[in-house]
């Protein structure tokens, strides 16, 4: 027996549960269910004497709530929770999901009383200050998208896409066109959400190649754009992200928004990927229509279980008539939320009371603490620090862009190389968190083959970026010279409270219900 | 003898009569890794060359499937979606996922004999 199979053996060995796993601190837990009941409890109520329910059930059974005191229960959670991973343990590359540092600056302003404590029913005039906030946000956003209609309302990145397609529908319809118009056009590297919202809204989808070169030219825009018509009068629009997902800038955007402009269209970005160019190019300036903005990625607000999302859209003069209500706007001295009657044009309300607030004063905490060079700067690093891994890993794995020139602020791999020797995108993940690192987004974009998207963003450190290339030159180098590469890689994670999970088997025979045994 | 013939968005088609039953490749399968859930077309659904009538999902992503003639969807593999293994079997051994009785039987000729598949194949990553 070899000394790594005694060694995985001894593991799991190691990792029998029903609490033989609390070692050195680390604990298993059972499920509140799972756990051997007292009769003791957090609370005692008295039992209702003498009372029928009004709906008619005259007794109540047990309905088998678990039967735990307060400290057990918040160890119950607390344990529970230290098997989380987030960006506050260490470095999340992520790609599309831009997991960077959360400053606690806007957490301290954010908790300031005169924040939280404000309700969302109070009287306007009671309010003016966190009305005044929101009006300086929508300023900002303005500012940085060039674009001046901006609706703060949306809770999520794909809240916001509903958002502004909507806005889009709306204005189709107002112009007497929507009956023709039914097709939106996407690059097969687009986010799902992007081709889902278009058929939420009643179009049909038309897909766009990028493969070849990874991003949309105008060859491929122009086949879709008069694919059905020769004047492209029955296309409704386009959705396009900016930076796209193969993390490359898209170089023919102007021309191809003036086409799609010609043909009647409007265009829709996905700014997921905004924070590769805040201070540095306004999407206004390059024929976008209407954006979502994330702010829990871009301006930095907790997301991934911290959150909530909050997904502002900015869009043109032109459509700042049908975006949802409400913003705020400010008569005189006074700021005011508006309602449906200010501006009946508008699709209408999509969400209660005016968003997420808390969001709101996170991310413009954040502009304000970096100011507008700041910003640029954020911008800057991102990219830096993206193609600095480009550039390490280029010789290690297969970077089927990176002859076109620099990256955006965020790197893609693929395992063509590694799949020789029967080692795969997903094994490469699994090594990573062998070896301590959460893993990368993997198997995104779609365009290509066993594709793993590295952000890095503009928080982490030089050393830190070193210590991920270092450990990922390891993992392509044991790929390449273990003689028993495809065994040696399927048997990672080790050393993770769980080893390899069947997905397959989890997504074929969910257990989507606790039973008793 | 039928012949079963390939597209280059890898699906494979056996030829019985005027009825083309439609599966994907293994390559397709490689590719995709093991299904977790097969979308299968209506029964009596028309369709055009390219259109999309099934949809196969693995852990990794989801793939449409489409058709590679015109036609109507004659019958549907009803016992793919919970035995998804078969997608695997040969066409002829019920890895198949829809029948659709073609309008022009013609539109065959654009596609893909074994051989050709197989050097199309070499073509790619």
């Known amino acids: 027996m070899s000394a790594e199979s005694k060694i995985v053996e001894m593991m799991e060995e190691d990792h029998k549960p029903e609490h033989d796993g609390d070692r050195g601190l ?23 004497a003498g009372l029928k329910s009004r709906t008619g059930v005259a007794e109540r059974g047990n309905i088998g709530l678990p039967q735990v005191s307060e400290p057990q229960a918040l160890r119950h959670f607390v344990r529970m929770s230290t098997w989380n991973y987030s960006i506050d343990h260490g470095f999340f590359p992520l790609g599309s999901c831009t997991m960077k540092h959360n400053p606690r600056l806007n957490e301290k302003i954010a908790r300031h009383p005169k924040f939280a404590h404000i309700h969302p029913m109070q009287p306007e005039s009671t309010v003016q200050g966190a009305l005044g906030l929101i009006y300086e946000l929508q300023e900002w956003l303005a500012e940085l998208t060039n674009l001046p209609g901006v609706c703060l309302s949306p809770a ?47 179009f049909e ?52 928004a003036n086409l799609l402009h010609k043909a009647g269209g409007y265009f829709y970005m996905d700014g997921a990927n905004f924070n590769a160019l805040v201070g540095k190019i306004r999407p206004g300036d390059f024929g976008v229509d209407v954006m ?3 702010l829990h ?7 991934g279980g911290g959150g909530p999302g909050s997904g502002p859209i900015c869009c043109t003069d032109e459509l700042a008539q049908f975006m949802p209500v409400p913003t705020v706007v400010k008569i005189g001295d006074m700021y005011k939320l508006e309602t449906i009657e200010d501006r009946p044009e508008s699709v209408g309300r999509l969400k209660g009371y005016q968003g997420q607030f808390g969001m709101h004063v996170r991310a413009l905490s954040y502009m304000l603490s970096h100011g507008a060079d700041g910003l640029k700067r954020v911008s800057e690093d991102a990219v830096l620090n993206a193609n600095y891994i480009l550039r390490q890993l280029e010789g290690d794995y297969y970077a089927p862009y990176a002859d076109q020139g620099p990256c955006m602020h965020e790197a893609l791999l693929t ?11 997903l094994d490469i993940a699994k090594a990573l968190i062998e070896k301590g690192f ?33 450990v990922m030159k390891d993992i392509a180098n044991e790929a390449e010279t273990n003689e028993n590469a495809a065994d040696h890689f399927h048997s990672f994670p080790h050393s993770s409270p769980r080893r390899r999970l069947d997905e397959v088997k989890a997504a074929r025979n969910p257990q989507l219900r606790w039973k008793p045994a | 003898m039928a012949e079963t013939k390939y597209t280059e968005d890898h699906e494979a088609v056996y030829v019985d009569g005027d009825v083309a039953w439609v599966g994907i490749t293994p390559y397709a399968q490689e590719a995709l890794g093991d299904l977790v859930f097969v979308e299968l077309p209506e029964v009596g659904k028309s369709l055009s060359k390219g259109d999309e009538f099934a949809v196969v999902e693995s852990v990794k992503t989801a793939a449409e499937v489409y058709s590679p003639v015109d036609g109507e969807v004659v019958e549907a593999n009803d016992n793919m979606p919970d035995d998804l293994e078969l997608i695997t079997k040969s066409l002829a051994d019920g890895g198949w996922i829809a029948k659709i009785k073609m309008s022009d039987a013609s539109q065959l000729d654009g596609l893909m004999d074994e051989a050709a598949y197989q050097d199309y194949l070499k073509t790619l990553d």
Request: net charge negative.
């Open chain 1, 292 to 294: 979502h903005i994330n």
């Open chain 1, 297 to 303: 990625k871009t301006f930095s607000t907790p997301h």
């Open chain 1, 205 to 256: 989808v038309r897909n766009m190649p990028t493969k070849e070169t990874g991003i949309l030219t105008v060859e491929a825009f122009k086949e879709a754009l008069y694919k059905t018509d020769p004047d492209g009068a029955d296309v409704a629009g386009m959705m396009v992200t900016n930076p796209n997902t193969c993390g490359l800038f898209e170089k023919d955007i102007i021309e191809i």
């Open chain 1, 156 to 202: 999520a990145g794909a809240h916001g896409e509903l958002a502004g397609m909507m806005t889009i529908r709306r204005a189709h319809e107002q112009k007497g066109e929507i009956k023709k118009r039914k097709i939106v056009l996407t690059p097969d590297s687009s986010h799902g959400t992007n081709p889902a919202t278009a058929v939420t809204c009643g």
């Open chain 1, 438 to 470: 959460h893993p990368m987004t993997v198997y995104f974009p779609l365009v290509l083959p066993g594709t793993m998207l590295i952000e890095p963003t503009e928080t982490e450190s030089k050393d830190s970026l070193d210590r991920f290339i270092t």
């Open chain 1, 415 to 425: 395992d063509k190389h590694q799949k020789e020797h029967g080692v795969q995108t």
């Open chain 1, 26 to 48: 680390h604990y298993e837990e059972n499920l509140l269910w799972e756990k051997e009941h007292s009769d003791s409890s957090g609370v005692d109520l008295p039992e209702p």
